[in-house]
């Protein structure tokens, strides 16, 4: 009997085998991993405690783009075999998605997900509270430069 570990490989293997062999692997279990959650999603195999064929498009398509992002944050750090089993999985997973998707245009049951194209993450100043802010209205000099927008703006003056 052939005693396993959490990650699905026999505990033997795993004395003998290099820090890298035991990363290569996990990584292995966690493409596949996705990449038969996504085909089960897509009603491509059956859910492994239930039998039933599930459908959601639109978590398939995260899991999907969750492995395109895998794929790209690990550019240049996998061997052959990852790499072949990453772009297998992703052709495999594109494939049956767009199927799914064509095969349910004309049905309103499916909806098409919509496209995602994450927006670059900009650094966003977080704002210190001021608990004992006084607003102090000033008023400009009349001018002729200044708008009436310029002339409603309030100024908040910090008190400790």
Excluded: C, W
């Amino acid at each position: 009997m052939v005693v396993m570990n959490s990650a699905g490989l026999p505990e033997d293997s795993l004395a003998n085998a290099s820090r890298e062999e035991i990363h290569s692997a996990l990584f292995l279990n966690l493409v596949m991993h996705q990449a038969s959650t996504a085909m089960m999603l897509l009603g491509k195999m059956p859910h492994p405690e239930t039998g039933e064929h599930l459908m959601d498009p639109e978590t398939a398509k995260l899991l999907i783009d969750q492995l395109e992002m895998i794929e790209a944050k690990t550019k240049g750090n996998l061997d052959a075999q990852e790499q072949k089993v990453i772009k297998q999985a992703l052709s495999a997973l594109h494939m049956a998605f767009v199927e799914v998707i064509e095969g349910h245009a004309g049905s309103a049951s499916v909806p098409t997900p919509p496209s995602f194209t994450p927006a670059p993450i900009a650094p966003t100043p977080t704002p210190v509270p001021t608990p004992t802010a006084t607003p102090i209205v000033t008023a400009p000099a009349p001018t002729a430069a200044h708008s009436n927008d310029d002339e409603s703006r309030k100024k908040f003056v910090k008190k400790y």
